[in-house]
């Protein structure tokens, strides 16, 4: 079963808006054995019926997003009604529907929301609890378009609620089953990866291998269409990868880390120079790690190194302030003024001044206190423009204390 | 002059990246007057040829992103060439390039590479400083091709720094002229600030009037054919929306907090509860930050808000963490330990849990601390999930900085 998406929307062909559509609805489309073949972005107007007719004689699904809306550029209504052949119908009780949402909102309804409750004849309504108008599904003898609003807020959860299962229940038995694991995987890339593992898993075929590479990292994905293929696929990924593999799934290096430290019961802090407090806000992007988190600094500069985390005069100056003496010093500070039972420090040069040909630009050093063990460093040198090299070497400190975690 | 971009990777259409170039081309097409018609992804094979065959029957200029990679999937140079009907030629002086990079990393180039040192006949090599592949450009007496990489922080700089220059010189005197300014609004909408200046500016007429929001705040960009309309069109704009202008052209909320402190040589501090880190790691992401900001603090914790920052505790007990009197005595508690001249505070609840009725999940405390002067609290509430929230509360805390230092 072949599917195509249209996006529609002016604003996104002009670059006001990223579109999140494609990357949200092939995702979920992957779940439930149906695959993207293509996908286009048309502005408001007469392209979107031509879009419309060129997919139908591809696809057999197409997803429609935009134009819903009640403004004269919003035609979606009527392109997918001209290109099905079907007469728009008027819904009163969605006409209601809008009219209860505004009065909530005290705006009066007007010919421009009548136009919103209008459907192709025939049309499956998808209700719009986080919006004015609601989507619609049309189908023909060989064709389905599922319509759907423009807002991602509108879109996704109309799309979770109401057009997945119907997709489910309209293509019973006809969806292939579709077992998937992505590890994720750190310091390590796509071209390591590939020869470890795949001839290797290809023994277990039919098992899909995909790559998706981030600076410094890499997911690898394996789809098979039964459990245990991908069981099988699955073992021998993590047996031949087992050191890299920082999390599973969707799961992210900071909800890894939570996740582990909240498990363990121990409290995790945080000493931070070139990352500037990016390890601490990842942490603290995931729900409840004030359970595992407390204290965090960051010393930009060589005073707050010493004031803040105790870091001697004399190791600065001897060593500087990138350096795994500091480091050290850095996280030994952070781990005794905390209390805490994991303290990880970072400290590099994250440019694009301040490098030295002894110390270049890219240079971190890292320190990892634990209590009652004993300090470890550790140096890597990362050439990236410097907000990459921040969540690099942020997401590197993560891991330390990660590995530390599961120690 | 019609501009079509063709987006491929089979990754964009699994849903394992979200497609951020159309947004970045599209903008920066806008800047030198040509607008994007029609965007397609398309999966890496044989779809890419006819997807560039279908785009050269409608636009003069076709943007092509992806596929240079050295793997057997990686065949836009082969579909470009194809059908542009070139032969692909070998460059030595790529292939050395290459070889460059590949031995400061100690990798030994293989035949992958000698692949990617292959350019369609005629073509227009676009040196690629921040990875393996070049770019290229490919033209005949009706279209041109401009063939990018995939990875974003390669795109951009090869797009900004030798496409878009080639396309000036290569339609100079075709390109209309663009004469462009967008505002950076924050504590408004695209609701408010439409009837605020809609009719006004289109006194100037020919004015173009775009919006990009974003939670919180909205972009303003405002685009004429020529510099005397612009300027009259800006000034009526900074004039009614004086209050809400944070920054203008690209510059970020962060970039304008340095640029201010360094311009008046303040050093800035930060002391964070609930945006843990983020507004020091948005800060420290910009160049040369290190000459204004020296002290952060993440106290996610009642102790941590008392040991680092001085906090009282009957003030933690009286009005309980998330307070305006916590918000104070943090700023002053980070001004005073720092020396720093500016500090500010953000103190709030994140969710999904810890809100009380009285405190709801969302409410947060700012507190602004100035060297010599009176320090200031402020309260919002931002309902928005957990990470919206962090960032929404990063941006109005940097905002107060930004207000300070213009005050």
């Given at each position: 079963m072949r599917v195509e998406i249209i996006n529609t929307g002016t604003e996104l062909l002009l670059g006001r808006v990223t579109n999140t559509h494609l990357a949200f609805l092939a995702q979920s489309l992957l779940g439930i054995g149906l695959r993207v073949e293509r996908q286009v972005t048309v502005p408001d107007g007469v392209a979107i019926a031509e879009a419309i007719e060129t997919a139908m004689a591809r696809a057999e699904i197409i997803l429609i997003t935009g134009g819903l809306g009640p403004t004269t550029d919003d035609i979606t209504r009527e392109a997918v009604a001209e290109t099905f052949g079907r007469k728009l119908e008027f819904h009163q009780d969605i006409l209601e529907d809008i009219a209860g949402k505004f009065a909530q909102r005290k705006l009066a309804v007007t010919d421009m929301q009548r136009q919103q409750a209008m459907v192709p004849e025939g049309g499956t309504v998808l209700p719009n609890p986080n919006g004015t108008a609601p989507g619609f599904i049309v189908e023909n003898d060989k064709n389905v378009a599922i319509v759907l609003p423009g807002p991602p807020r509108e879109l996704r959860p109309m799309w979770t609620d109401t057009a997945v299962p119907w997709l489910r229940q309209r293509f019973a038995g006809r969806l292939p089953p579709v077992h998937e694991m992505t590890l994720r995987l750190i310091g390590t890339g796509e071209s390591k990866v590939q020869p470890l593992?795949?001839?290797?898993?290809?023994?277990?075929?039919?098992?899909?291998?995909?790559?998706?590479?981030?600076?410094?990292?890499?997911?690898?994905?394996?789809?098979?269409?039964?459990?245990?293929?991908?069981a099988k696929a699955v073992a021998l990924a993590r047996e031949r990868l087992a050191a890299h593999i920082y999390a599973e799934g969707?799961?992210?290096?900071?909800?890894?880390?939570?996740?582990?430290?909240?498990?363990?019961?121990?409290?995790?802090?945080?000493?931070?120079?070139?990352?500037?407090?990016?390890?601490?806000?990842?942490?603290?992007?995931v729900p409840h790690s004030s359970e595992i988190f407390n204290y965090g600094w960051v010393t930009y500069a060589n005073l707050s190194k010493m004031s803040e985390l105790g870091v001697p005069a004399n190791l600065l100056e001897t060593h500087g302030a990138v350096s795994a003496e500091v480091a050290a010093a850095m996280a030994e500070g952070a781990l005794q003024r905390s209390g805490a039972d994991v303290a990880v420090s970072v400290t590099g040069i994250a440019g694009p001044t301040g490098g030295t040909p002894e110390k270049p630009v890219g240079l971190v050093c890292f320190g990892l206190a634990v209590k009652g063990g004993k300090t470890a460093t550790h140096q890597r040198n990362l050439s990236a423009e410097r907000t990459t090299f921040k969540a690099m070497a942020a997401q590197l400190a993560l891991d330390l204390v990660r590995r530390a975690l599961i120690a």
């Amino acid at each position: 079963m072949r599917v195509e998406i249209i996006n529609t929307g002016t604003e996104l062909l002009l670059g006001r808006v990223t579109n999140t559509h494609l990357a949200f609805l092939a995702q979920s489309l992957l779940g439930i054995g149906l695959r993207v073949e293509r996908q286009v972005t048309v502005p408001d107007g007469v392209a979107i019926a031509e879009a419309i007719e060129t997919a139908m004689a591809r696809a057999e699904i197409i997803l429609i997003t935009g134009g819903l809306g009640p403004t004269t550029d919003d035609i979606t209504r009527e392109a997918v009604a001209e290109t099905f052949g079907r007469k728009l119908e008027f819904h009163q009780d969605i006409l209601e529907d809008i009219a209860g949402k505004f009065a909530q909102r005290k705006l009066a309804v007007t010919d421009m929301q009548r136009q919103q409750a209008m459907v192709p004849e025939g049309g499956t309504v998808l209700p719009n609890p986080n919006g004015t108008a609601p989507g619609f599904i049309v189908e023909n003898d060989k064709n389905v378009a599922i319509v759907l609003p423009g807002p991602p807020r509108e879109l996704r959860p109309m799309w979770t609620d109401t057009a997945v299962p119907w997709l489910r229940q309209r293509f019973a038995g006809r969806l292939p089953p579709v077992h998937e694991m992505t590890l994720r995987l750190i310091g390590t890339g796509e071209s390591k990866v590939q020869p470890l593992i795949e001839p290797g898993v290809h023994a277990f075929d039919p098992i899909e291998v995909g790559y998706c590479a981030r600076p410094g990292e890499v997911d690898l994905r394996l789809i098979a269409p039964d459990e245990a293929r991908l069981a099988k696929a699955v073992a021998l990924a993590r047996e031949r990868l087992a050191a890299h593999i920082y999390a599973e799934g969707t799961e992210t290096m900071e909800q890894a880390v939570v996740r582990l430290a909240r498990a363990a019961k121990k409290m995790i802090a945080t000493a931070e120079s070139c990352t500037g407090g990016e390890v601490a806000s990842r942490i603290t992007d995931v729900p409840h790690s004030s359970e595992i988190f407390n204290y965090g600094w960051v010393t930009y500069a060589n005073l707050s190194k010493m004031s803040e985390l105790g870091v001697p005069a004399n190791l600065l100056e001897t060593h500087g302030a990138v350096s795994a003496e500091v480091a050290a010093a850095m996280a030994e500070g952070a781990l005794q003024r905390s209390g805490a039972d994991v303290a990880v420090s970072v400290t590099g040069i994250a440019g694009p001044t301040g490098g030295t040909p002894e110390k270049p630009v890219g240079l971190v050093c890292f320190g990892l206190a634990v209590k009652g063990g004993k300090t470890a460093t550790h140096q890597r040198n990362l050439s990236a423009e410097r907000t990459t090299f921040k969540a690099m070497a942020a997401q590197l400190a993560l891991d330390l204390v990660r590995r530390a975690l599961i120690a």
